[in-house]
T-cell receptor
Framework: QQQVKQSPQSLIVQKGGISIINCAYE??????FPWYQQFPGKGPALLIA?????SEKKEGRFTISFNKSAKQFSLHIMDSQPGDSATYFC????????????FGTGTRLKVLA | EAQVTQNPRYLITVTGKKLTVTCSQN?????MSWYRQDPGLGLRQIYY???????DKGDVPEGYKVSRKEKRNFPLILESPSPNQTSLYFC??????????FGSGTRLTVV
């Protein structure tokens, strides 16, 4: 019940295409869902996050879609660029402040020039 | 520059030899945490701290210790490292219950 399942494990997209990464969770106590981006040799960096009171959040080319009833959320990268090539992690945590993040297993994205 | 600094970046050690990985943040954050990253397993939380002298176990605390004597520092201690602790370790901090800032990582190899 503590897991966050992430797919796909790896993804190859052409430049200009749409990258879609999916996550699913079981624990209904989770109410904060961030996405982190990690470049090789670097620590993860917060990219975008959503709370379940909205179904979608957009920041530039990055959009989170959230389906509370299905307990699923996804990251969409529009107009994918080679500079977006990185590993992406979804995560979930109860917003009430336990600081116990549960991360997905990661998706390695490669955007071809 | 606001940052989380970990040292060392790379460490090779032998089984059973105590080691400490240091973590320091200059953002006056209350919340700090340690994660390990392993292929296919993602990031798993080892320990976290909500303030000075307040720490709690994450999901994989076995074989690790932490301390939080000062707000800025949160060292990770391996009293008797074993090969299954070979991993990439990240320290992170935050001033709120979300949005961690991560360090650049420590790659530990235990032989």
């Amino acid at each position: 019940q503590q897991q966050v399942k992430q797919s796909p494990q790896s993804l190859i997209v052409q430049k200009g295409g749409i990258s879609i990464i999916n996550c699913a969770y079981e624990n209904t106590a989770f109410d904060y869902f961030p996405w982190y981006q990690q470049f090789p040799g670097k620590g993860p960096a917060l990219l975008i996050a959503i709370r379940p009171d909205v179904s979608e959040k957009k920041e530039g080319r990055f959009t989170i879609s959230f389906n509370k009833s299905a307990k699923q959320f996804s990251l969409h990268i529009m107009d994918s660029q080679p500079g977006d090539s990185a590993t992406y992690f979804c995560a979930a945590t109860p917003f009430s402040g336990t600081y116990k993040y549960i991360f997905g297993t990661g998706t390695r994205l490669k955007v071809l020039a | 520059e606001a940052q989380v600094t970990q040292n060392p970046r790379y460490l090779i050690t032998v089984t059973g030899k105590k080691l400490t990985v240091t973590c320091s943040q200059n953002m006056n954050h209350e919340y700090m945490s340690w994660y390990r990253q392993d292929p296919g397993l993602g990031l798993r939380q080892i320990y976290y701290s909500m303030n000075v002298e307040v720490t709690d176990k994450g999901d994989v605390p076995e074989g690790y210790k932490v301390s939080r004597k000062e707000k800025r520092n949160f060292p990770l201690i391996l009293e008797s490292p074993s090969p299954n602790q070979t991993s990439l370790y990240f320290c992170a901090s935050s001033d709120r219950p979300y949005g961690y800032t991560f360090g650049s990582g420590t790659r530990l190899t235990v032989v």
